[in-house]
Structures are given as C-alpha cells and as structure tokens.
Nanobody
C-alpha cells in the first residue's frame, strides 16, 4: 500500500522560504519518479515540480522556476521541495504524488500560507 506523508507547511511572509518533505512507503521509492502538486483555494490542482527516479532530471512549472528546488533522497525514501522567495500566489495545499502501475497516489497534503 502506497503511503505518502507530507510535512513542513506553515505560515510565512512574502519573500520568505519554506522546505516541504514527503516520506514515502509501500513501494520502491528509489526507482520511481516523484512530483509535487498544489491546489490553491478555488483552483484546480496543478503540477509544481517533478523529478525522475535517480534525481538527475527535474521539471518545474514556469511560475516557480528558479525559486523552487525539488530533490529526492533515495536512502531515506524522502522527497523534498525547497521553496524560496515565496509569493502570495504560493498559498495552497501541497501534495506529494507518485504514479505507479497507472495509479496515481497522493498524500493528504500540507498547507502553505503566504502572507497574513
């Protein structure tokens, strides 16, 4: 059973940084591509960043490129998202995601709020 548990969300001010983490279990993390999605209030869920199985290839949404960094620690089964220079548009629930055997799996998400 795939389990993804996100952590690290919170309230920050514009321009500040935050680091999200996702602990994965129930599958072979080291050989799977992973991704982060987010869903802002009243909007559809959108892809933020993705990383291939060995961490050598990454891809970012244009809105976060050069500010966010996705990384993968295969020894800890851990996916990270370093978010710098956060903007108010970054307010959302952030989800860890894996697609395995044509099935999408998601964590419960962690809430990031930028601004008051």
């Amino acid at each position: 059973q795939v389990t993804l548990v996100e952590s690290g969300g919170g309230l920050v001010q514009p321009g500040e940084s935050l680091r999200l983490s996702c602990i994965a279990s129930g599958f072979t993390f080291s050989i799977n591509d992973m991704s982060w999605y987010r869903q802002a209030p009243g909007k559809e869920r959108e892809l933020v960043a993705e990383i291939n199985w060995n961490g050598r290839t990454t891809n970012y949404a244009d809105s976060v490129k050069y500010r966010f960094t996705i990384s993968k620690d295969n020894s800890l089964n851990k996916l990270n998202l370093q978010m710098n220079s956060l903007e108010s548009e970054g307010t959302a629930v952030y989800y860890c995601h894996v697609r395995k055997n044509s099935i999408n799996s998601w964590g419960k998400g962690t809430l990031v709020t930028v601004g008051s």
